[in-house]
């Protein structure tokens, strides 16, 4: 997820609890360009989520118009 001040949409996300003792290899897992950074949720909140660094979105397909990760794989079957 890239934030777009400008043309940004709202998208479904899923807020998930991790366990303190799992970061560590949560973290270790997280290939680049991925990574974690701050999203602002519908109801204000800033929670840590999966961000992507610039370059990874060379040649990637836009889905926001699908309103999620799950709709886009769905529409996919």
Known sequence: MVRDRE????IAVEV??????EVGSFLA??????GLGK????DGRWLTGF????YGLQ?????TA????????AHQG
Do not use: K, N, S
């Open 16 to 21: 998930w609890e991790l366990p303190h003792t």
């Open 7 to 10: 043309q940004g949409a709202a």
């Open 29 to 34: 897992g997280i290939p680049a360009p991925l």
């Open 59 to 63: 040649g990637a397909q836009e889905i």
């Open 66 to 73: 699908f309103g999620g990760w799950r709709a886009w794989l």
């Open 39 to 42: 999203v602002e949720l519908e």
């Open 51 to 54: 961000i992507c660094e610039e």
